[in-house]
């Protein structure tokens, strides 16, 4: 075999490698890509309508997978989780006569459920980041929620905002309650929670009327 012949086959065998090489890591970009939607969902598209940049919100999005795993999330006990239960009728009950105090109270207990359950609690953007992990559909009404809770202090809510407020606060605390009764059942990836079968099981009939007279 001549030189030149084997520097063509040295050529046609390197253009084969890269090719083979640029499709695998196609291929692994778009499982990537995919996998990623199918976890944040809305987030997902959240935040890319904010970057219009797909790699970019990949990125912050695998960024936000890789602190999640290195949370040192704890389970509650029983006693803690009947505890928040009651504290959270509690506050559903307050809305009837007492509104404003009842959003108030629905956004603090929140912020102790996610501390006491290990979240980082110091920066709303990352806590909403770091919930959206395991929850990026009630992300989405925590971060309105919040929203209006801070509109209200101001006097710029009406009743009917601060009922949808505590509602959203309500499948929060579920959410966080309820990933340890049902390890593996995300509202991000099985089309939400069955909320008759986690933390407001006991008290849901009550916890609806509720609502409803709110």
């Known amino acids: 075999m001549s030189s030149t012949t084997v520097i063509v086959v040295i050529v046609v065998v390197v253009i084969a490698l890269l090719a083979l090489a640029a499709f695998a890591w196609s291929t692994a970009g778009r499982r990537r890509s995919r996998r990623l939607r199918e976890r944040f969902g809305p987030e997902y598209d959240r935040h890319l309508s904010e970057t219009n940049d797909p790699a970019e919100t990949e990125r912050v999005l695998a960024e936000r997978e890789k602190r999640h795993r290195g949370l040192s999330l704890r389970t509650l006990d029983d006693r803690e989780r ?12 307050e809305f009837v006569d007492d509104p404003d105090r009842a959003v108030d109270r629905a956004d603090a207990l929140v912020d102790e459920v996610m501390t006491a359950r290990g979240y980082p ?14 929850h990026p559909v009630v992300v989405q009404r925590y971060r309105e929620a919040r929203r209006i809770a801070r509109a209200n202090r101001e006097h710029r809510a009406d009743t009917e905002e601060l009922r949808g407020a505590v509602t959203s606060y309500r499948e929060l605390v579920q959410a966080l309650l309820g990933d340890e009764r049902h390890d593996g059942h995300r509202d991000g990836r099985t089309g939400g929670h069955d909320t008759g079968r986690h933390s407001g ?10 609502e409803t007279s709110a």
């Open 201 to 210: 099981e006991a008290t849901g009939q009550d916890d609806r009327r509720k």
């Open 121 to 134: 609690v110091d920066d709303f953007e990352q806590r909403a980041a770091d919930i959206s992990v395991e």
């Open 82 to 93: 009947e505890t928040f239960e009651r504290r959270w009728t509690e506050v559903q009950s």
